[in-house]
């Protein structure tokens, strides 16, 4: 099993630009998770999913969508990249959300809006 | 909303002192997991406490659960070089949400 899989590793986007950010996972979880985390700061939440055709909000959606249209993969759209988006991306994907619920986190996507 | 609180930010220690890491949260929580980032790396799952007051030991590590459910500490002894990175917890009040604290760096001198 590949686990979580994230493209790209690394970007660079002019101000204005979008793209998206691939994640996909080969565990077979229901849910699935975006964060952002800036330097010297912890993980905060983007988006969600608890399945397929779900999503919701997190602590900082702003300047993001998400879709979620199979189980194995959760896309994160950017659209007209700020400089304030300028971090570092991380998927994850859980089987829980309560007990056994631990995340496995891609290995990032590591963004710099210029 | 939900906070959840770590310190220290950064902790420097000599090889073979012990470390500890503290997690508050400002409401009660579910569950509360840890997790250990190294440079440069991703979070990896290091456990999940559930139980009030539930202690957990993995080899030099101990993790604890506060009575209230609302706190939550790492404590390592006799540090290794291998210690070296992020420490993270991560409290879940709601369902299919985490939180997680800031983290505390550890560097190790040899």
């Known amino acids: 099993n590949a686990g979580v899989t994230q493209t790209p590793k690394f970007r660079i986007l002019k101000i204005g630009q979008s793209m998206t950010l691939q994640c996909t996972q080969d565990?077979?979880?229901?849910?699935m998770y975006w964060y952002r985390q800036d330097p010297g700061m912890g993980l905060k939440l983007i988006y969600y999913?608890?399945?397929?055709?779900?999503?919701d909000k997190g602590e900082v959606p702003n300047g993001y969508n998400v879709s979620r249209s199979t189980t194995e993969d959760f896309p994160l759209r950017l659209e007209l990249a700020a400089p304030s988006q300028t971090s570092v991306y991380f998927c994850?994907?859980?089987?829980?959300?309560?007990?056994?619920?631990?995340?496995?986190f891609g290995e990032g996507s590591r963004l710099t809006v210029l | 909303g939900q906070q959840v609180m770590q310190i220290p930010q950064y902790q420097h220690v000599q090889e073979g002192e012990d470390f500890t890491t503290y997690c508050n949260s400002s409401t009660t929580l579910s569950n509360i997991q840890w997790y250990k980032q190294r440079p440069g790396g991703h979070p990896v799952f290091l456990i999940q406490?559930?139980?009030?007051?539930e202690v957990k030991k993995q080899k030099r590590l101990t993790f604890q659960f506060g009575e209230a459910k609302k706190n939550s500490s790492l404590h390592i002894t006799a540090t290794q070089t291998t210690d070296v990175g992020t420490y993270f917890c991560?409290?879940?009040?709601?369902?299919?949400?985490?939180?997680f604290g800031d983290g505390t760096t550890l560097t190790v001198k040899p």
């Open positions: 565990m077979n979880h229901n849910y």
């Open positions: 999913s608890v399945g397929a055709g779900i999503t």
């Open positions: 991560a409290g879940r009040a709601g369902a299919g949400k985490s939180t």
């Open positions: 406490l559930v139980k009030s007051g």
């Open positions: 994850a994907s859980s089987y829980l959300a309560g007990q056994g619920g631990e995340l496995f």
